[in-house]
């Protein structure tokens, strides 16, 4: 009651004098409506323009190398690792110092974070937790293969790692929960790569009598399936479903834990499977959210918001099935990894103008660290691009497109390795993007040679925002872009074409295009912009 009346007190003083009382900032929050998702970051859907830093990043000493990238990058976000060994090294007793450091630069650079928890898996392994874990597989223990083996991963059905982590990730989320009012940390990812190489399941005397047990009703209800034993219901799959489900159920304890301290959204990465010709899960991280148990997860892991695939094979046919896998109805589509190639910089343009809420390769720091991509040298901001460029260009306008896209009104497309024209219906108004035409003259002209294949990979991609009933916003680069209306007999013109700039405070025109710049189309060369687009019919 006093308290009540102090806080009444100081609100009048503070309303009489003109001062404003310091609001605590929105939590981030995924929002859902009619199918489209959009990460909320002050209360405004927001696009992670993110790269995600080396495994051995997470270290003072090494923050000055990431920031120097993150800095030439133009990202807007960062993941980063915060690993149970190294804020839990002695149990019990906590030690968030690298928390604070990498917040307080966070927040000095103007850059979000996703925090990456490396604990019980890390690429399936046990490898981030601390000595106290590794050290004693009585209390820990790990899973046991078919001929009895010990494996290089825990136990999901391990009580008391269940009990450790929760209560490590808990007490991360309540010192965030404590120092960062601001949620400079929007988002948190539970685990890394989960899953089990090796064996398909635990096959240990208490995993053995859970499976051989009956399956939860909820997932046999969510099938459609007769009730029975997991291996009754779920037959040859039985030992993987059975894998994930204990692997989402712990997952999910675990981000139920924290988000009891802070609320923030919670997300888990995927090792996939092959997404066009899987072969059995003894060749890929069993028990992860691979695409064929993804309703598992979804089913056993409540407090996940965000399942997002890592996707390391470059060619269109892999990267677009991975994509479909993932972007389904309940899971926003969030790229967390994915390989730093020259080509693999277009798909952003496909996972945002698809809906998505983010993307994030991996490993864009100068720390010299390389794994599926080449070290990039100190200083050497070339390396990073085409990824710089494309961030440049969107991120003084990401608030528009993240809330555009939210409303369903954007679209967007990458080049595909055969090079075949995207048509992107806008109802009444359709846009064919080219990839393979010079950035000038009619296409049936002799001397009009095909735009030549970039020796370092395919760059063509594009976002198209409806901005009125006959005005888009289209940015990108190396397409052409040609629109056209659906009604018959009717052809289009531009009333006007600007270059410009959507910022905070709305269209900036920089110039007028016309002439050369848009009677072939509108050629979005090698140089990437923006264009405000008028249209009407004669
Ligand atoms: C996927 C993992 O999630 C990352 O932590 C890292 O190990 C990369 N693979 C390396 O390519």
């Not at 995600?52 to 993941?79: C, F, K, Y």
């Not at 929960?177 to 790569?193: L, Y």
């Not at 260009?393 to 555009?404: D, E, G, I, V």
Request: glycine share 8%.
């Amino acid at each position: 009651m006093v308290h009540r009346l102090a806080a009444c007190l100081i609100a009048a003083v503070c309303l009489a004098t003109g001062a404003r009382a310091q609001l605590p900032a929105p939590l981030p929050r995924i929002v859902s409506h009619d199918g489209s998702h959009a990460l909320m970051v002050d209360d405004a859907p927001f696009w992670i323009l993110g790269a995600q830093a080396n495994n051995s990043s997470n270290s003072p000493a090494q923050l000055p190398m990431v920031w120097a990238a993150i800095d030439r990058l133009g990202a807007n976000t960062l993941e980063m690792p915060v690993a149970w060994e190294q804020v839990e090294p002695r149990e019990g007793q906590f030690d968030f110092s690298w928390v604070d450091t990498l917040l307080s630069q966070a927040r000095q650079h103007q850059v979000r974070l996703v925090l990456l928890w490396f604990a019980t898996w890390k690429n399936g392994s046990p490898h981030y937790t601390p000595e106290w874990v590794k050290t004693d597989p009585k209390r820990f223990p790990r899973v046991i293969d078919a001929k009895g083996q010990p494996v290089d991963s825990l136990s999901p059905l391990g009580a008391a790692t269940l009990a450790a982590d929760s209560k490590a990730f808990a007490a991360l989320m309540a010192h965030v929960k404590a120092v960062d009012p601001q949620h400079t940390v929007i988002m948190v990812q539970v685990e890394n790569e989960t899953g089990t190489w090796g064996s398909v399941r635990d096959y240990s005397a208490i995993a053995q009598k859970a499976f051989d047990g009956l399956a939860p009703t909820a997932l046999v209800k969510a099938r459609g399936l007769t009730p029975g034993t997991w291996r009754e219901v779920f037959g040859a799959d039985a030992d993987e479903i059975f894998h994930a489900w204990s692997i989402a159920h712990y997952v999910d304890a675990v981000a139920a834990a924290g988000q009891a301290q802070l609320d923030l959204p919670m997300s888990v990465n995927v090792s996939l499977r092959d997404p066009i010709a899987p072969k059995g899960p003894e060749t890929y991280e069993s028990g992860g959210p691979t695409d064929n148990v993804l309703d598992v997860w979804q089913a056993a892991a409540p407090h996940i918001a965000v399942i997002g695939p890592d996707i390391y094979q470059p060619d269109f046919a892999h990267y677009t099935a991975a994509i479909d896998h993932y972007d389904r109805p309940g899971n926003p589509l969030f790229v967390p990894e994915t390989s730093r190639s020259y080509a693999t910089a277009r798909y952003m343009f496909a996972v945002l103008g698809r809906g998505g809420i983010g993307f994030s390769p991996f490993g864009l720091d100068f720390t010299g660290d390389a794994t599926t991509a080449e070290a990039i040298p100190a200083g050497a901001g070339d390396k990073l691009e085409p990824f710089a460029a494309d961030y440049h260009l969107l991120s003084p306008m990401m608030r528009y497109w993240a809330r555009t896209a939210f409303e369903d009104r954007v679209k967007g497309a990458a080049e595909n390795d055969a090079r075949t024209p995207d048509v992107l219906d806008f109802g009444d108004w359709v846009v064919t993007v080219r990839y393979d035409r010079p950035a000038f003259g009619a296409s049936d002209w002799a001397q009009v040679k095909p735009r030549p294949v970039n020796p370092q990979g395919a760059d063509g991609g594009v976002l198209i925002a409806r901005q009125g009933p006959d005005e888009f916003i289209v940015t990108g680069r190396n397409v052409r872009v040609e629109f056209a209306p659906k009604a018959p007999g009717r052809h289009m013109q531009f009333l006007s074409v600007r270059e410009g700039t959507l910022g905070d405070q709305g269209w900036r025109t920089h110039h007028v295009w016309n002439g050369d710049q848009t009677d072939y189309g509108l050629n979005l060369s090698a140089v990437a912009r923006t264009l405000d687009v008028r249209l009407s019919t004669y």
